[in-house]
């Protein structure tokens, strides 16, 4: 079994400055929604998720069982959005007594917390430096994938998930590591997702997972990847059967097809129409087959080229990198790092924002995504470019030292400024409303100055630990 990185550099109180600007970050970041003075705002939002999120917990309230009831909703998928989830741990809150709006907003602002918490928490435990760690919480925290889906609470239910699972698969390295407990986990998270069945994040968590475990399976030896597959095979065994059974009692008992007759053909969705069936209110099809065609078709393939998909496989590569700097030579640990970067120029010829710029070379580009996803971009990079240096500052590698102080720090330093140039360029010609895409330019400027004035300094005075591992 793998005894995984070493955490004898954690600090303590590094650490938990960190964790607290992650934590509080959303609350201040959206003070009026904080205050109960505001809220989101938008169709998903006021239209769709609130209403019926307040409905089935309504119901709830008055002992109804949402999920179990055939003739609810009339087994609408729009509907069952509601319902999907309901018995999530976080949503408990929603049967405080009080004003439901507010608590919804309070719930939504806790999971985008965590989103960042968990994915920092994960980093951290793979042997990155807090700064480093920090920066990936961030790039998760404020990145298009979270943000975007915002608006669709079971999606951000399901977003957290993921940093999840990748931190019950790393093992701790000392005599604290319960595996039992973390192979109960990863069999909850599996559970989790085959209950709530959102397609979205199922895939966006299932690509952190293959990844994970294809670079185990490249670059660990034979004893350690056996290790791994055990931790794994079990839980997801229990957890499918788990999920499915859940899924039996609270889905199945209201599954009924029936064949689609021409007189109602025309007042059905044509995605219905096209089966020639009629969905008989079936919470079964309307909580997760519904949504998985639906976005396999319009949505999915699109996002797999965009920031929901191609910044966590970045992130996570270059993390992995972290994970072996012990093990692994130079040429492979900047391979997994040049991997990362191709992966986030792949995605990023799909925005918008860069179209005719650098990244509209990207051969996926055909493809438009928001403005505000080039705000994950420039963090993705960015915590790229933390866990990067922190392969090499960190290392204990005996040529660390004699790498510091030779010429090969200046041109690590000019590719930063030209890729830290890059990336501010089109935002100083990009207009956007959006919170969000205002926000992250904000912090990605800030870590700019934080990269190159640290490396800057750490170069002129040919520190043994240069200024950008000290600054936070």
């Known amino acids: 079994m793998d005894n995984g990185p070493d955490n004898r550099h954690i600090n303590k109180p590094r650490d938990w400055a960190a964790i607290l600007i992650l934590l509080a970050l959303p609350f201040i970041a959206y003070f009026p929604i904080t205050t109960g003075n505001a809220t989101f705002a938008g169709y998903d939002h006021t239209g769709i998720n609130q209403p019926l999120k307040l409905v089935a917990f309504e119901s709830l309230r008055l002992g109804n069982l949402p999920l179990w009831e055939s003739r609810l909703d009339r087994g609408l998928p729009l509907f069952a959005e509601g319902e999907a989830g309901i018995f999530y741990p976080l949503n408990l809150l929603y049967l405080i007594p009080g004003d439901f709006l507010t608590i919804y907003n309070i719930v939504l602002l806790l999971l985008i917390s965590a989103s960042g918490l968990l994915f920092y928490w994960w980093v951290r435990k793979l042997g990155a430096g807090v700064t480093a760690s920090l920066a990936g919480g961030l790039a998760h925290q404020w990145g298009a994938t979270v943000n975007f889906n915002k608006a669709n609470m079971n999606i951000m239910e399901g977003y957290i998930l993921a940093p999840l699972l990748m931190l019950l698969l790393e093992p701790s390295g000392d005599k604290t590591d319960k595996p039992l407990l973390r192979a109960a986990g990863i069999g909850l998270v599996f559970a989790s997702m085959l209950f709530a069945g959102q397609a979205q994040y199922v895939a966006y968590t299932g690509l952190f997972a293959l990844v994970y475990i294809l670079l185990r399976t490249l670059f660990e030896s034979k004893e350690k990847r056996s290790g791994i597959f055990k931790l794994m095979i079990p839980p997801f065994i229990i957890g499918v059967i788990l999920g499915l059974g859940l899924a039996a009692v609270q889905l199945l008992p209201t599954f009924e097809l029936i064949p689609l007759s021409e007189r109602g053909k025309d007042s059905l969705d044509p995605v219905f129409a096209t089966h020639g069936l009629w ?126 102080r030779s010429a090969k720090t200046l041109p690590l330093f000019s590719i930063e400024i030209v890729l830290m140039a890059l990336l501010t360029i089109p935002f100083i010609f990009q207009r956007s409303d959006y919170l969000e895409t205002r926000f992250s330019l904000g912090l990605m400027l800030a870590f700019i100055a934080v990269f190159l004035i640290g490396n800057f300094i750490g170069y002129l005075f040919k520190s043994r630990i240069p200024a950008v591992i000290s600054v936070f």
């Not at 995605?347 to 080039?374: E, K, V």
């Open 279 to 404: 969905l008989n209110p079936s919470r079964l099809f309307a909580t997760f087959i519904f949504p998985a065609y639906h976005y396999s078709l319009n949505h999915f393939l699109p996002y797999l080229s965009t920031t929901c998909y191609v910044g966590p496989v970045a992130i996570i590569l270059a993390g992995y990198a972290v994970r072996m700097r012990k093990k692994l030579n130079e040429p492979v640990v900047l391979s997994l790092l040049v991997a990362g970067l191709i992966f986030l120029w792949l995605g990023m010829g799909a925005n918008a924002p860069f179209a005719g710029y650098i990244t509209s070379w990207g051969p996926l580009g055909q493809f438009r995504g928001h403005g505000r996803f080039s705000g994950y971009f420039a963090l993705s990079i960015l915590a790229l470019m933390s866990l990067g240096l922190d392969v090499f500052l960190r290392s204990k590698h005996p040529s660390r030292t004699q790498w510091i």
